[in-house]
């Protein structure tokens, strides 16, 4: 959490990106949806991270529109 000290205000990095407001951490996020990428299922994930399915489907949704940065052009 940042403090603004001209207008008094509390606010995060993450604030109007894709990822605020989420209450599980980033880095559960990111374990969770490598191991979907790598193959795992769904249910697997869900036992082994202890998170949801609709949590799941929540943030694939949320970061569906993110594309990966790269330094590479073809």
């Known amino acids: 959490m940042y403090h603004c000290s001209s207008c008094d ?11 605020a ?8 996020i990111v374990h969770v949806l490598s191991a979907l990428t790598e193959g795992v299922g769904i249910n697997t994930a869900t036992r082994l991270y202890g ?13 569906s529109g993110l594309q990966k940065h790269s ?4």
Not at 9 to 19: A, H, K, V
Not at 21 to 28: A, W, Y
Not at 71 to 74: D, E, L, N, R, V
């Open 51 to 63: 998170v949801s399915k609709n949590s799941i489907y929540r943030w694939k949704e949320r970061l």
């Open 71 to 74: 330094s590479y052009s073809p």
């Open 9 to 19: 205000r509390s606010f995060s990095e993450t604030r109007n990106t894709p990822i």
């Open 21 to 28: 407001q989420l209450k599980t951490p980033i880095s559960v």
